[in-house]
Each structure stands twice: as C-alpha cells, then as structure tokens.
Nanobody, 131 residues
C-alpha cells in the first residue's frame, strides 16, 4: 500500500515562505506523478502543482506560478513544494497525492488533472498565512 508522508505546514505572515515535503513509501519517484492540491474552508480541492521525475514535467496552476517551485531530492525519494510570497488567500490544507507518471505532462499540455485522477493521498498539512 502506497503511503505519502507530508510535512512542513505552519503559520506564516504574508510575504513569507514555507516548504512542504512529500515522501512516498512503497514506490519511487520514477513510478508516479506527485501532485500538490489544496483545499480552503468551504471550497473545493484544487490542483496546485505536479511533478513527474520520469519525464521532468512540472506544472503550476496560474494562482501559484512564479511563487511556488516543485522539485525533488532523489536520494531522499522526496518531493518538495517551496512556497514563496505567500498571501492570505493561500491559506488552506495542502495535500500531497500520487498518480500516473503521465499526469504532469498532461497538465502541461492543457488536460485538466483533478483529485479524481490521483491514486493515493497524504494526510494533509495546514498552511495559514496571516495578513
């Protein structure tokens, strides 16, 4: 059974930074796309970023492009989401998820990749950005 272990959430002031991490067990990064989603209170879960190590694809939603960066540490089998210039509207529970290794490339080419396309989920980590 695939498990995704997340860490790194917290409370930060507007303009600050946080780094989230996601480490899958029972598989390597070559086997999957790792995606980050977030869900704010009263809103639907939305995609934030996808990374596929197998083809190097990286996708960012328009709301985070230029502020967030997704990357991996292969030795640690871990994907990170570096979040800079955080704003109060970024406040949400962030979830790490794993799916087909093709998903990141599909998202880059305009295919809508949503929560229903992912096969495994982390427990979620809270990010709160104060104004």
């Amino acid at each position: 059974e695939v498990q995704l272990v997340e860490s790194g959430g917290g409370l930060v002031q507007a303009g600050g930074s946080l780094r989230l991490s996601c480490r899958p067990s029972a598989l390597t990064l070559d086997d999957v796309t790792i995606g980050w989603f977030r869900q704010a209170p009263g809103k639907e879960r939305e995609e934030v970023s996808f990374f596929s190590r197998s083809d190097g694809s990286k996708y960012y939603s328009d709301s985070v492009k230029g502020r967030f960066r997704i990357y991996s540490d292969n030795a640690k089998n871990t994907v990170y989401l570096q979040m800079n210039s955080l704003q109060p509207e970024d406040t949400a529970v962030f979830y790490c998820a794993a799916g087909s290794p093709r998903l990141a490339a599909l998202a880059l080419h305009g295919t809508i990749v949503g929560p229903q396309d992912m096969d495994a989920w982390g427990q979620g980590t809270q990010v709160i950005v104060s104004s």
